[in-house]
C-alpha cells in the first residue's frame, strides 16, 4: 500500500479502497455509485478508457491508423465502427489496448492518490476485469476490501441485450475467457445482490460499508 493511500483524513482514518467485482451486465457501476455515496470518489475504468479514446493524441493514432472512416463529422471516434475494426482483428484490438490501457492505468492510480492526499475516506474501483489483468494494473493490490455483485445469468443477458445491443448468450460467451464469478465472490467480503431495485442496492451498500468500515 502506497504512502498516499494510507494517508489519514481529516477524521484520523486512512483512505479505504474498495474494488467492486462481479459479472458483465451485473450492475457493478450502480453498486460502485451507491458505495462511493457523496462523500467517497468514484474511479471508473471504462469512463476514463472513454475519455481518453476521445483525446486528441489518441483520435490522432486511431486516424492513422484506421483512416477517417472511424471518425464522426465532428472528428470525435466513432466507437460502434471502430469496434467493427478491432473485434475483428485482434492484432488491431491489442494495438488498440496499448495506446489506451497504459494512459487508463497512470489516470486511475493518479487520481486514487490524488484522493488519498485531499483525505477522501473511500475510494471505490470500478475497474473491469480487476482479477484478470491484476499483474498489468496494480489496482489489486491497492483495495482493503473486495465487493462482489450478484445477477442472475438469465438477468445479466436481458440486459446486455437491451442496454448493449448484444446478441442473446453474448454475455456467457466473453465470460467463459474470465475468472469464473465463483472464484470472484469467494474473493469478496461483501456480496451485494442486484435484481435492478436501486434502493434495495443502495440499503445493501450502506449495510456493506457498516460491515466493512464499522460505525
Known amino acids: 500500500m502506497s504512502e498516499e ?9 486512512p483512505t479505504v479502497v474498495i474494488g467492486v467485482l462481479g459479472g458483465i451486465a451485473s450492475g ?16 471508473d475504468a471504462d469512463e ?26 465532428s472528428g470525435a471516434v466513432d466507437r460502434a465502427a471502430l469496434g467493427e475494426i ?8 491489442k494495438e488498440l489496448e496499448g495506446w489506451i ?8 492510480h493518479g487520481s486514487l492518490e490524488a484522493a488519498a492526499a485531499r483525505g ?4 471505490v474501483l470500478d475497474v473491469p476485469l480487476l482479477l484478470e489483468h491484476a499483474e498489468e494494473h496494480g489496482l489489486l493490490e491497492l483495495c482493503d476490501h473486495l465487493v ?7 438477468a445479466r443477458d436481458q440486459r446486455a441485450v437491451r442496454d448493449r445491443g448484444w446478441n442473446p448468450g453474448e454475455v456467457a460467451r466473453r465470460e467463459a475467457a474470465q475468472t469464473p464469478l465463483t472464484t470472484k465472490r469467494a474473493r469478496a467480503d461483501v456480496v451485494i445482490s442486484n435484481d435492478g431495485d436501486l434502493d434495495s442496492v443502495t440499503a445493501q451498500a450502506k449495510l456493506a460499508l457498516r460491515e466493512l468500515l464499522g460505525p
Open 86 to 93: 478491432v473485434f475483428a482483428d485482434r492484432d488491431a484490438r
Open 120 to 123: 477522501a475516506p473511500i475510494v
Open 101 to 108: 490501457h497504459p494512459r487508463v492505468r497512470a489516470t486511475l
Open 148 to 154: 462482489f455483485v450478484h445477477a442472475p445469468a438469465d
Open 5 to 13: 493511500h494510507a494517508r489519514p483524513t481529516p477524521s484520523g482514518r
Open 48 to 73: 476514463a478508457a472513454h475519455r481518453i479514446l476521445q483525446s486528441e493524441e489518441v483520435r490522432t493514432l486511431v486516424r492513422e491508423r484506421h483512416g477517417e472512416g472511424v471518425l464522426e463529422a
Open 28 to 43: 457493478k457501476s450502480t453498486v460502485a455509485r451507491a458505495l462511493a455515496g457523496p462523500q467517497g470518489v468514484l474511479l
